[in-house]
């Protein structure tokens, strides 16, 4: 009786779709504590920069400088403006982006699925380890991913001056937004060729036009104040070219992020139902659409990512991580038998919660941004910190590396506090060497030297993440 009264409640979209905004709100509030991490702070810089100096002031100082306008650090600082400075107005400030998200994902969504099966899309995204962690993580990426669905749904429902302000918007706010403005471009007209059989009319070039004006310009003014364009001198080592070798390696990091924490699973069963219904002709026009969706930002986001040294982020593919849900949903649908559904997402269910606790060898790194196993680390840190000043040691005495040396006046929004940053070639002048689990560093030899041959004089952890001060004994 309970269950079938939750199904028949669920299956309602407007009672499934603010019950799980609901959720999702909640999970924001609850988190209002949790301070910038990872890429976010130096998102944060920006904002800070922008509300300190007013936000006529566009270009940021070069070290935080994407080449871009960063739309989110002024959204930020605005409401900083409004409601004041502080990490629980920042979570609070997610909020509307978080409800523009959850309503653009029903309206995409039921123009390819049954209205019942929408909180099915709803409650794979929720459990999806990159989308929940960046929801408690005041996520950039939950902002990029608003005007993106944005841009989709009003191309689906040709609504053109709406989809060109939408490109218009992404054109402000980070260079993967700009090159998914490609993506959509792409998209688009393969949509008119290959599905509708249509030609390319100019209207349908002229909607890219105010994105492609504002680039030129703002590049333009940007070079005369910099010196440069879309690459910051300053940030040479993730923007410089590849060799074939390490394009290789990209290549290899996009399909393990793409399939990681617990996606697999998702991943196998659209490959499968993708090869029977093409092997039966059951390709539906509507199907072609989620498959270009699915596939050309990967394709072109890959190429790009393959090209430049940037590490690759989960996060970058969130975009995917929606598509790939609601093609699975709509596989789902057209199987025949309930058990069979149940088994299969209960088997889905099962991948991505286990995806949150998934570690790898730490060269390699871990999903800390993107997956719930990092909620420890934020206690541990304020732990260390504590220990740190109990103990009177000069925090510029200690060496570490990102995320670790981030300054607290960013990620926290409080005063300054931050460690210094580790050079691999000459730690035996350091005094004290801050290690973690987390820190995401190739080279981990200087560390293994430290943890032999140094005095561990502090030492913390919890669940999976842990903290060890160690002191140079030549000190």
Known sequence: MIFNAVTEFLKNPRKSFFFFLLIGVMVVICSSNIPFYWDNITLSENACFHYDNSIYK????????????????????????????????????????????????????????????????????????????QLILIGYDV????????????LLEKKYLFYSICLLILSTISIRAIIYIFCL????????????????????????????????????????KTGWIFVNPDNIKHTSLNNISMALRQYGFIIWKIIDSGRIALWIFVIVCGFVFFKRRKI??????????????????????VIISNPIGHKYFLQTYVFLSIIVVYFLQNIVSFKKRFLYFSIFIVFLVGGNFIVYPQKYGNAWDTSLKVLPYFKLEQKMRAFVVIKKINPKEIYTEFPLNSDFKYSYLQDDFSYNELVADDITSYKFVLWSNVLNVANLKPYELVQQNWKLIYSISSGQISFKLYKNPLF
């Open 284 to 305: 539906s026009n509507e199907c072609k659409k989620l498959l270009l969706l699915l596939i050309i930002p990967i394709v072109i986001n890959g190429i790009v990512m």
């Open 58 to 133: 566009i270009i940021p100082p070069t070290k935080s400088d994407f080449g871009n306008l960063t739309l989110y650090a002024y959204y930020l600082s605005v409401f900083w403006t409004i409601f004041g400075k502080s990490i629980f107005i920042s979570h609070i400030a997610i909020i509307p982006i978080v409800i523009g998200v959850f309503q653009e994902i029903k309206k995409i969504t039921l123009h390819f699925i049954k209205p019942e099966y929408l909180f099915l899309i709803y409650l794979l995204l929720l459990l999806d380890p990159a989308i929940s962690a």
């Open 185 to 224: 471009l792409l998209i688009h007209w393969m949509i008119l060729i290959f599905i509708k059989k249509n030609n390319i009319k100019i209207l349908d070039a002229l909607v890219y036009l105010p994105a492609l004006i504002f680039l030129v310009l703002f590049s333009t003014f940007h070079y005369e």
């Open 143 to 154: 902002f990029l991913l608003y005007f993106v669905l944005l841009a989709i749904r009003t």
